[in-house]
Protein backbone atom coordinates (compact mmCIF):
# COMPACT_ATOMS: atom_id res chain seq x y z
CA UNK A 1 0.00 0.00 0.00
CA UNK A 2 1.24 3.33 -0.89
CA UNK A 3 0.42 6.61 0.47
CA UNK A 4 -0.87 7.86 -3.11
CA UNK A 5 -3.32 4.99 -2.67
CA UNK A 6 -4.88 6.69 0.85
CA UNK A 7 -4.80 10.12 -1.76
CA UNK A 8 -7.11 8.45 -4.41
CA UNK A 9 -9.33 6.57 -1.86
CA UNK A 10 -10.31 10.02 0.01
CA UNK A 11 -10.83 11.80 -3.25
CA UNK A 12 -13.41 9.57 -4.44
CA UNK A 13 -14.61 9.33 -0.50
CA UNK A 14 -15.21 13.12 -0.12
CA UNK A 15 -16.32 13.45 -3.71
CA UNK A 16 -18.76 10.47 -4.11
CA UNK A 17 -17.89 10.65 -7.84
CA UNK A 18 -15.19 8.90 -9.53
CA UNK A 19 -15.06 11.16 -12.20
CA UNK A 20 -14.97 14.39 -10.21
CA UNK A 21 -12.31 12.68 -7.72
CA UNK A 22 -9.68 11.87 -10.94
CA UNK A 23 -10.30 15.51 -12.39
CA UNK A 24 -9.30 16.87 -8.80
CA UNK A 25 -6.25 14.30 -8.90
CA UNK A 26 -5.14 14.83 -12.30
CA UNK A 27 -5.53 11.51 -13.43
CA UNK A 28 -8.19 9.43 -16.03
CA UNK A 29 -10.84 7.76 -14.27
CA UNK A 30 -10.11 4.05 -15.41
CA UNK A 31 -6.90 3.96 -13.53
CA UNK A 32 -8.33 5.81 -10.49
CA UNK A 33 -10.93 3.04 -10.11
CA UNK A 34 -8.62 0.09 -10.85
CA UNK A 35 -6.57 1.82 -8.07
CA UNK A 36 -9.38 1.63 -5.65
CA UNK A 37 -10.11 -1.53 -6.49
CA UNK A 38 -6.63 -2.74 -6.07
CA UNK A 39 -6.77 -0.97 -2.33
CA UNK A 40 -10.21 -2.55 -1.17
CA UNK A 41 -8.68 -6.27 -2.08
CA UNK A 42 -4.77 -5.40 -0.08
CA UNK A 43 -7.15 -4.40 2.39
CA UNK A 44 -9.77 -6.79 2.77
CA UNK A 45 -12.72 -4.95 2.71
CA UNK A 46 -15.05 -3.31 0.44
CA UNK A 47 -14.74 0.51 1.13
CA UNK A 48 -17.41 2.02 -1.53
CA UNK A 49 -20.62 0.58 -3.17
CA UNK A 50 -21.26 1.71 -6.64
CA UNK A 51 -23.56 1.68 -8.79
CA UNK A 52 -24.26 3.34 -11.88
CA UNK A 53 -26.00 6.36 -10.43
CA UNK A 54 -24.18 6.58 -7.53
CA UNK A 55 -20.70 5.89 -5.07
CA UNK A 56 -21.39 5.40 -1.09
CA UNK A 57 -19.11 4.42 1.90
CA UNK A 58 -19.51 1.41 3.62
CA UNK A 59 -19.26 1.48 7.20
CA UNK A 60 -15.42 0.08 6.80
CA UNK A 61 -14.99 2.73 4.19
CA UNK A 62 -16.03 5.74 7.12
CA UNK A 63 -13.54 4.00 9.35
CA UNK A 64 -10.85 3.52 7.10
CA UNK A 65 -11.46 7.41 5.94
CA UNK A 66 -10.67 8.63 9.07
CA UNK A 67 -7.75 6.70 9.75
CA UNK A 68 -6.80 7.28 5.89
CA UNK A 69 -7.18 11.18 6.66
CA UNK A 70 -4.83 11.20 10.27
CA UNK A 71 -2.26 8.62 8.84
CA UNK A 72 -1.71 11.36 5.72
CA UNK A 73 -1.64 14.32 8.29
CA UNK A 74 0.96 12.97 10.02
CA UNK A 75 2.98 12.29 7.63
CA UNK A 76 2.23 16.03 6.27
CA UNK A 77 3.80 16.82 10.11
CA UNK A 78 6.53 14.64 9.97
CA UNK A 79 7.65 16.31 6.77
CA UNK A 80 7.12 19.51 8.03
CA UNK A 81 9.06 18.76 10.98
CA UNK A 82 12.17 17.05 8.82
CA UNK A 83 11.99 20.45 6.82
CA UNK A 84 12.14 22.89 9.59
CA UNK A 85 15.24 20.15 11.14
CA UNK A 86 17.00 21.31 7.78
CA UNK A 87 16.33 24.86 7.74
CA UNK A 88 17.79 24.23 11.67
CA UNK A 89 14.80 25.99 13.43
CA UNK A 90 13.79 22.62 15.35
CA UNK A 91 15.84 19.60 17.20
CA UNK A 92 18.16 20.30 20.06
CA UNK A 93 21.84 21.54 20.30
CA UNK A 94 24.22 21.40 23.14
CA UNK A 95 26.45 23.89 24.18
CA UNK A 96 29.41 23.88 26.55
CA UNK A 97 30.35 27.41 27.89
CA UNK A 98 32.90 28.49 30.19
CA UNK A 99 31.94 29.90 33.23
CA UNK A 100 32.85 33.83 33.02
CA UNK A 101 30.87 34.08 29.47
CA UNK A 102 27.57 34.45 31.47
CA UNK A 103 29.20 37.96 32.97
CA UNK A 104 29.27 39.37 29.59
CA UNK A 105 26.54 41.41 28.09
CA UNK A 106 27.62 39.75 24.34
CA UNK A 107 26.90 36.34 25.39
CA UNK A 108 23.43 36.15 27.08
CA UNK A 109 22.23 38.80 24.82
CA UNK A 110 23.63 36.95 21.66
CA UNK A 111 21.92 33.22 23.49
CA UNK A 112 18.45 35.16 23.93
CA UNK A 113 18.19 36.16 20.45
CA UNK A 114 18.86 32.81 19.31
CA UNK A 115 15.66 31.41 21.62
CA UNK A 116 13.68 34.01 20.36
CA UNK A 117 14.63 33.27 17.04
CA UNK A 118 14.08 29.27 17.08
CA UNK A 119 11.64 28.70 20.24
CA UNK A 120 11.18 25.20 18.83
CA UNK A 121 14.81 24.23 19.63
CA UNK A 122 15.77 22.58 23.13
CA UNK A 123 18.95 24.55 23.94
CA UNK A 124 21.13 22.12 26.39
CA UNK A 125 23.90 24.10 27.98
CA UNK A 126 26.79 22.94 29.97
CA UNK A 127 29.24 24.88 32.41
CA UNK A 128 32.66 24.07 31.54
CA UNK A 129 36.27 25.04 31.23
CA UNK A 130 37.56 25.70 28.20
CA UNK A 131 39.73 22.52 27.73
CA UNK A 132 36.63 20.79 28.72
CA UNK A 133 34.83 22.61 26.32
CA UNK A 134 37.33 21.09 23.75
CA UNK A 135 37.43 18.17 24.70
CA UNK A 136 33.70 17.45 24.45
CA UNK A 137 33.60 18.90 20.86
CA UNK A 138 35.84 16.39 19.82
CA UNK A 139 34.14 13.54 21.72
CA UNK A 140 30.92 14.70 19.76
CA UNK A 141 29.36 15.20 22.88
CA UNK A 142 28.77 19.03 21.99
CA UNK A 143 28.18 20.94 18.79
CA UNK A 144 29.14 24.54 19.90
CA UNK A 145 31.46 25.28 22.21
CA UNK A 146 32.17 29.12 23.94
CA UNK A 147 35.63 29.53 25.43
CA UNK A 148 38.94 31.61 25.86
CA UNK A 149 41.59 31.38 23.85
CA UNK A 150 43.70 28.36 23.96
CA UNK A 151 45.66 26.49 21.39
CA UNK A 152 43.17 24.20 19.41
CA UNK A 153 43.34 20.91 17.25
CA UNK A 154 43.33 21.91 13.67
CA UNK A 155 39.70 19.82 13.52
CA UNK A 156 38.14 22.85 15.21
CA UNK A 157 37.11 26.35 14.14
CA UNK A 158 36.71 29.25 16.40
CA UNK A 159 35.29 32.79 15.83
CA UNK A 160 36.13 35.63 17.89
CA UNK A 161 32.90 37.11 19.59
CA UNK A 162 34.80 40.34 21.15
CA UNK A 163 38.07 41.19 23.03
CA UNK A 164 37.94 42.71 26.98
CA UNK A 165 40.43 44.14 28.37
CA UNK A 166 42.14 41.90 31.91
CA UNK A 167 41.50 43.44 35.01
CA UNK A 168 43.71 43.34 38.33
CA UNK A 169 41.48 41.95 41.43
CA UNK A 170 42.65 43.76 44.37
CA UNK A 171 41.57 44.06 48.44
CA UNK A 172 39.82 47.73 48.79
CA UNK A 173 42.48 48.48 50.97
CA UNK A 174 45.46 47.15 49.13
CA UNK A 175 48.22 49.40 48.79
CA UNK A 176 47.93 49.08 44.67
CA UNK A 177 44.10 49.47 45.09
CA UNK A 178 45.13 53.32 45.92
CA UNK A 179 45.88 56.28 43.68
CA UNK A 180 45.59 53.64 40.38
CA UNK A 181 42.04 54.53 38.98
CA UNK A 182 43.39 54.73 35.68
CA UNK A 183 45.01 51.13 36.03
CA UNK A 184 48.25 49.76 36.35
CA UNK A 185 51.04 47.34 35.28
CA UNK A 186 51.11 43.88 36.28
CA UNK A 187 54.68 44.51 36.83
CA UNK A 188 53.46 45.88 39.72
CA UNK A 189 52.07 42.85 41.40
CA UNK A 190 55.66 40.94 40.86
CA UNK A 191 55.87 41.06 45.20
CA UNK A 192 52.32 39.61 45.62
CA UNK A 193 50.85 36.12 46.41
CA UNK A 194 48.28 35.16 43.43
CA UNK A 195 44.73 34.16 43.95
CA UNK A 196 44.26 32.15 40.61
CA UNK A 197 42.92 28.53 38.54
CA UNK A 198 45.20 25.84 38.70
CA UNK A 199 47.19 24.63 35.49
CA UNK A 200 45.27 21.57 35.56
CA UNK A 201 41.92 23.37 35.25
CA UNK A 202 42.13 23.72 31.24
CA UNK A 203 41.45 27.68 31.57
CA UNK A 204 42.89 29.89 28.53
CA UNK A 205 43.19 32.89 31.13
CA UNK A 206 46.32 30.44 33.16
CA UNK A 207 48.20 30.84 29.82
CA UNK A 208 47.53 34.47 29.12
CA UNK A 209 48.58 35.37 33.38
CA UNK A 210 51.64 33.49 32.67
CA UNK A 211 52.93 35.07 28.81
CA UNK A 212 52.16 38.91 30.79
CA UNK A 213 54.00 38.40 33.77
CA UNK A 214 56.97 36.42 31.84
CA UNK A 215 56.94 39.31 29.67
CA UNK A 216 56.71 42.14 32.88
CA UNK A 217 59.77 39.95 33.99
CA UNK A 218 58.60 37.40 36.89
CA UNK A 219 57.08 34.56 37.68
CA UNK A 220 53.39 34.68 39.54
CA UNK A 221 53.55 32.99 43.12
CA UNK A 222 50.38 31.10 43.21
CA UNK A 223 49.53 30.69 46.80
CA UNK A 224 45.83 29.71 46.23
CA UNK A 225 44.05 28.33 43.93
CA UNK A 226 40.23 27.68 43.11
CA UNK A 227 38.07 26.09 39.70
CA UNK A 228 35.34 29.05 40.36
CA UNK A 229 36.00 33.06 38.97
CA UNK A 230 33.74 33.62 41.82
CA UNK A 231 35.51 32.00 44.78
CA UNK A 232 38.68 33.42 43.71
CA UNK A 233 37.19 37.21 43.98
CA UNK A 234 36.17 36.19 46.92
CA UNK A 235 39.43 34.98 48.63
CA UNK A 236 40.83 38.24 46.86
CA UNK A 237 38.32 39.77 49.07
CA UNK A 238 39.46 37.49 52.32
CA UNK A 239 43.08 38.81 51.70
CA UNK A 240 44.52 35.74 50.22
CA UNK A 241 46.44 37.52 46.97
CA UNK A 242 45.70 39.36 44.18
CA UNK A 243 44.28 38.31 40.65
CA UNK A 244 43.56 38.89 37.20
CA UNK A 245 40.15 37.91 35.58
CA UNK A 246 38.50 39.39 32.75
CA UNK A 247 36.96 42.79 32.87
CA UNK A 248 33.60 41.34 32.79
CA UNK A 249 33.87 40.35 35.48
CA UNK A 250 33.53 43.86 37.31
CA UNK A 251 30.01 43.65 36.85
CA UNK A 252 30.00 41.65 40.35
CA UNK A 253 29.36 43.27 43.23
CA UNK A 254 31.64 41.57 46.18
CA UNK A 255 32.40 43.83 49.52
CA UNK A 256 35.87 44.81 50.02
CA UNK A 257 36.91 44.26 45.94
CA UNK A 258 38.18 46.71 43.52
CA UNK A 259 39.16 45.82 39.71
CA UNK A 260 41.92 47.76 37.91
CA UNK A 261 42.95 47.84 34.81
CA UNK A 262 46.52 46.43 33.23
CA UNK A 263 47.67 48.58 30.85
CA UNK A 264 50.13 45.79 29.81
CA UNK A 265 50.69 45.69 25.80
CA UNK A 266 48.63 42.52 25.25
CA UNK A 267 46.67 42.60 28.59
CA UNK A 268 43.10 41.38 27.01
CA UNK A 269 41.44 38.30 26.41
CA UNK A 270 38.94 37.07 23.99
CA UNK A 271 35.74 34.78 23.82
CA UNK A 272 35.32 32.47 20.93
CA UNK A 273 32.92 30.05 19.12
CA UNK A 274 34.40 26.82 18.27
CA UNK A 275 32.71 24.12 16.24
CA UNK A 276 34.23 21.32 14.65
CA UNK A 277 35.28 21.88 10.87
CA UNK A 278 33.09 20.69 8.46
CA UNK A 279 30.50 20.44 10.90
CA UNK A 280 26.81 20.01 8.67
CA UNK A 281 24.07 20.39 11.50
CA UNK A 282 21.72 22.58 10.10
CA UNK A 283 21.07 23.97 13.98
CA UNK A 284 24.66 23.93 15.05
CA UNK A 285 25.46 26.64 11.76
CA UNK A 286 22.44 28.62 12.36
CA UNK A 287 23.88 29.06 16.11
CA UNK A 288 27.07 30.08 14.91
CA UNK A 289 25.26 32.56 12.26
CA UNK A 290 22.91 34.31 14.38
CA UNK A 291 25.17 34.43 17.96
CA UNK A 292 28.22 35.57 15.72
CA UNK A 293 26.04 38.37 14.23
CA UNK A 294 24.41 39.45 17.37
CA UNK A 295 27.88 39.40 18.61
CA UNK A 296 29.05 41.80 16.09
CA UNK A 297 26.40 44.42 15.87
CA UNK A 298 26.54 44.32 19.58
CA UNK A 299 30.39 45.52 19.17
CA UNK A 300 29.30 47.74 16.35
CA UNK A 301 26.85 49.72 19.16
CA UNK A 302 29.52 50.36 21.50
CA UNK A 303 30.99 53.81 21.61
Known sequence: MELRHLRYFIAVAEELHFGRAAEQLGISQPPLSQQIQALEEEVGARLLERTNRRVELTEAGRLFLDESRQVLAQVDKAVQLARRAQRGELGELKVGFTSSAPFTSTVPRSIHAFRQAYPDVHLELHEMSSAETVKALLEDRLQVGVIRPLAL??????????????????????????????????AAMAEEPFVFFPRTFGTGLYDQLIALTREAGFSPRIAQEASEA??????????????????????????????????????????????????????????????????????????
Open 153 to 186: PDNLLAVELFREPLVAVLRADHPLAEGSAEGLEI
Open 230 to 303: MTIIGLVSAGLGVSVLPASFRRTRVDGVVYRTLLDTGATTAVWLVRRRGERSPLALSFVELVTREAAALMDRKP
